[in-house]
C-alpha cells in the first residue's frame, strides 16, 4: 500500500487521538478473544469488535459525557452524575466480554470488578480533565483502554491475581470518589455560615444570574465577602491552538474560535461556547456590573492572570485561602457545564462548601454573545450596544475599549474598591496579547 493510501485511511478513521484511544482499548480484548479459541468465528468476531470498537466507542462516550451534564444541569449535585457516568461505563465492558465470548465465570466476581474498575478508571479520566490534563471525551476513551486491556489480564490463569489486584485498585478509587461526591452533595446541604465566597468563571460576558448568585450567597450563607475571578484563556483553548486544533479571528471585539482539518471530531473544544470576549475585557464588565448592582465593598475582582496561566484556577483558590486563613469557604456555581468544572475544582482542592445553584432560568451568556439583550446588567447592555455598532466603550474607570484597535486603561489615582489584584493590566485586545504596565 502506497504512503498516500495510508495517509487516506489515517485520515478516514483515525481522526483525532480518540479515534486511537478507541483502537487501543480493544485491540487487547479482541486479540485474546480470538488467541483463546481457534475457530475461524472466534477470529471473525475479534474482528468485528475491534472495528466497531474503535468507531463506537468515542461517540459513545461523547454522548455519555452529554448526558451527565444534562443530569447535572438539573440536579446541580456531584453523586447522580457520578452513578449514571458508572452504569455507563459498564456497558462497553460487557459487550466487549460478550462479543470476544470470554467466560467471566470461571473467576468469581470477575464481571463486577470490571464494572467497577471501569468506573473507577473513568473518575480518574475525569478528575485529570478537571486538572487541565486532557479533556473529558479522550481521556474517558483512554481509561476503557486501561480497563480493556486488563480484562485478559485477570481472566488468564496465570496472571489472574495481578489482574484483579489491578481492577480492585480501580474499584477502590471509584468508591471513593462516590464518597467524596456525596460528602460534598452533603455539604452543600448542611452547613455553617459566614466566612468567605469564591466565584469562579469564564462571565463571558456576566450577566443577571450571576449577580444574583452572589447577592443570594452572600444573604443565605451570610458572606463577609466573595472573591470572583474569571477565566483568561481556557487551558483547552490554549492547548488545541499549539497543536493546530483550533484557529481564531475576532468579531465585534470577540475571538471566535472554529475547528481545524486537525480538530478531533469526537472533542468538544466549546463546552461553553466558541465566542469569547478577552480577559481584561470581562474583567472591567464585571467590576461594572459589580457597581451596578451595588456589591463594590462586598464583592471583589481578582486579577491574577498569571497565578491562572501557571496554576489555574487551583492557584487561585489556595491565594484566597492564604489570605483568610481558618475562614470558612463557600463556592458559588451555577449548574451548568462550566459551573459544574468549577464545582470539581472546589471539591478537588478541598475545605470549601459548595453553593449550588440549579439553573432553570433562560439567561444565556451565549445568547447574549449571539446579540440577546436584556439579560445583564445596564453598563454591560450598554457596552453591548456600542461594540456592536463598532463604536469604542469608555467605562467609568477610564478603560476603553476599541472592538478594531487597542484598548488601554488609564492610570487611576486611586483603585477601585471593587478591584484585588497584583499588577496593572494592559491587553490589546486586537491581537489577545497581556503585558503588566510598569
Avoid at 45 to 66: E, Q, T
Avoid at 90 to 102: Q, T
Avoid at 355 to 371: F, L, W
Wanted: hydrophobic share 45%; with cysteine; glycine share 10%.
Amino acid at each position: 500500500m502506497t504512503l498516500s493510501g495510508l495517509e487516506a485511511i489515517r485520515r478516514t478513521f483515525f481522526r483525532g487521538r480518540t479515534t486511537v484511544y478507541a483502537a487501543i482499548s480493544f485491540a487487547g480484548v479482541a486479540a485474546y478473544g480470538a488467541l483463546s479459541s481457534a475457530s475461524g468465528s472466534s477470529l471473525f468476531s475479534a474482528i468485528v469488535l475491534f472495528i466497531v470498537g474503535m468507531l463506537l466507542l468515542p461517540w459513545y462516550v461523547k454522548r455519555c459525557v452529554a448526558l451527565e451534564d444534562a443530569v447535572n444541569l438539573r440536579t446541580g449535585l456531584l453523586v447522580p452524575g457520578r452513578i449514571l457516568r458508572a452504569s455507563a461505563s459498564s456497558l462497553p465492558v460487557v459487550a466487549s466480554m460478550l462479543a470476544a465470548r470470554i467466560d467471566v465465570t470461571v473467576v468469581p466476581w470477575l464481571g463486577f470488578l470490571l464494572c467497577a474498575g471501569s468506573a473507577g478508571a473513568q473518575a480518574v479520566a475525569s478528575r485529570l480533565a478537571y486538572r487541565g490534563f486532557g479533556d473529558r471525551v479522550s481521556n474517558s476513551v483512554a481509561a476503557y483502554a486501561y480497563t480493556l486491556w486488563i480484562l485478559p489480564l485477570a481472566h488468564h490463569p496465570s496472571s489472574g491475581l495481578a489482574g484483579i489486584a489491578l481492577l480492585g485498585a480501580a474499584a477502590s478509587v471509584f468508591v471513593l470518589d462516590l464518597f467524596s461526591g456525596l460528602r460534598s452533595d452533603i455539604a452543600s446541604r448542611s452547613h455553617r455560615k459566614g466566612g468567605v465566597g469564591i466565584f469562579f468563571g469564564t462571565f463571558n460576558p456576566v450577566h443577571r444570574t450571576h449577580i444574583d448568585i452572589i447577592r443570594t450567597a452572600i444573604c443565605e450563607r451570610q458572606l463577609d465577602r466573595v472573591y470572583v475571578h474569571p477565566t483568561t484563556v481556557p487551558k483547552l483553548h490554549r492547548d488545541a491552538i499549539a497543536s493546530g486544533e483550533l484557529q481564531y479571528d475576532y468579531q465585534d471585539g470577540m475571538r471566535v474560535y472554529s475547528k481545524t482539518e486537525k480538530a478531533d471530531p469526537n472533542k468538544n473544544y466549546f463546552p461553553t461556547g466558541n465566542m469569547f470576549y478577552e480577559y481584561v475585557v470581562r474583567n472591567e464588565l464585571l467590576k461594572a456590573s459589580i457597581r451596578d448592582a451595588g456589591l463594590d465593598g462586598a464583592v471583589y475582582v481578582l486579577e491574577l492572570p498569571d497565578l491562572y496561566e501557571r496554576q489555574g484556577f487551583f492557584g487561585v483558590a489556595r491565594h484566597i485561602k492564604s489570605l483568610h486563613q481558618g475562614s470558612l469557604f463557600h463556592g458559588l456555581h451555577g449548574s451548568d457545564p462550566g459551573g459544574m468544572w468549577v464545582r470539581n475544582i472546589f471539591e478537588a482542592c478541598g475545605r470549601i462548601v459548595p453553593y449550588p445553584v440549579p439553573r432553570k432560568d433562560a439567561i444565556s451568556a451565549t445568547a447574549i454573545r449571539k446579540g440577546a439583550s436584556g439579560m445583564t446588567t445596564p453598563t454591560v447592555e450598554l457596552f453591548l450596544a456600542s461594540v456592536r455598532s463598532g463604536k469604542p466603550f469608555v467605562f467609568s474607570n477610564g478603560f476603553e475599549f476599541k472592538p478594531g484597535g487597542a484598548s488601554k486603561r488609564a492610570r487611576d489615582a486611586t483603585p477601585s474598591s471593587s478591584s484585588v489584584g497584583e499588577t496593572e493590566i494592559v491587553r490589546t485586545a486586537s491581537v489577545g496579547q497581556l503585558r503588566s504596565s510598569p
